[in-house]
T-cell receptor, first 110, second 111 residues
Framework: GQQVMQIPQYQHVQEGEDFTTYCNSS?????IQWYKQRPGGHPVFLIQ?????EVKKQKRLTFQFGEAKKNSSLHITATQTTDVGTYFC??????????FGRGTSLIVHP | NAGVTQTPKFQVLKTGQSMTLQCAQD?????MSWYRQDPGMGLRLIHY???????DQGEVPNGYNVSRSTTEDFPLRLLSAAPSQTSVYFC??????????FGPGTRLTVL
């Protein structure tokens, strides 16, 4: 199926540094969802973006949807050890079942 | 509400054995799906259902069967387990156009 590509696969940061993960598609997306999975846990929904150029914030997390609706990003300001985990983007297809990227694993060093 | 529940949490099988992973949701969601998660591969869709009595294949369906006789339940059957099916399996549900809710996962090892 049509996938979304996520980069980077891994990111090591020192606590307090910023972090960004990117999600790219070769085709226009109707929407993009972001999920977080803590180590040993299950994915948990963070947010859904629908509109071109949309920007949403959740405390230190900023989500963007590109103007062409082909890419999205998640930016974390001043990372904390609680941010550790894998962040997935997902596109929703015609079946309303999301297709997930491979995820970006964030490792925060105290 | 319990959300999405999965049983068992852990399972060890021998090659060739069959088993059923159970999944249930109490949110009256039309859509349910099964994913497998392997290191570096993200979440790959095995099978999904858009309502009771309707199922379809995802990206990696071979070796697995599903059925959806009720809105609540969506079991995943491994017909003849193989070591390549060692993975973490997640069941999820959602309503149309909205977020997916995931179960806690089943960690399966096939020897």
């Amino acid at each position: 199926g049509q996938q979304v590509m996520q980069i980077p696969q891994y990111q090591h940061v020192q606590e307090g540094e910023d972090f960004t993960t990117y999600c790219n598609s070769s085709t226009t997306l109707s929407n993009i969802q972001w999920y977080k999975q803590r180590p040993g846990g299950h994915p948990v929904f963070l947010i859904q973006l629908v509109k071109s150029g949309e920007v949403k914030k959740q405390k230190r997390l900023t989500f963007q949807f590109g103007e062409a609706k082909k890419n999205s990003s998640l930016h974390i300001t001043a990372t904390q050890t609680t941010d550790v985990g894998t962040y997935f983007c997902a596109r929703s297809g015609g079946s309303y079942i999301p297709t997930f990227g491979r995820g970006t694993s964030l490792i925060v060093h105290p | 509400n319990a959300g999405v529940t999965q049983t068992p949490k852990f399972q060890v099988l021998k090659t060739g054995q069959s088993m059923t992973l159970q999944c249930a949701q109490d949110m009256n969601h039309e859509y349910m799906s099964w994913y497998r998660q392997d290191p570096g591969m993200g979440l790959r869709l095995i099978h999904y259902s858009v309502g009771a009595g309707i199922t379809d294949q995802g990206e990696v369906p071979n070796g697995y069967n599903v059925s959806r006789s009720t809105t609540e339940d969506f079991p995943l059957r491994l017909l003849s387990a193989a070591p390549s099916q060692t993975s973490v399996y997640f069941c999820a549900s959602n309503s149309r156009g909205n977020e997916q809710f995931f179960g806690p996962g089943t960690r399966l090892t096939v020897l």
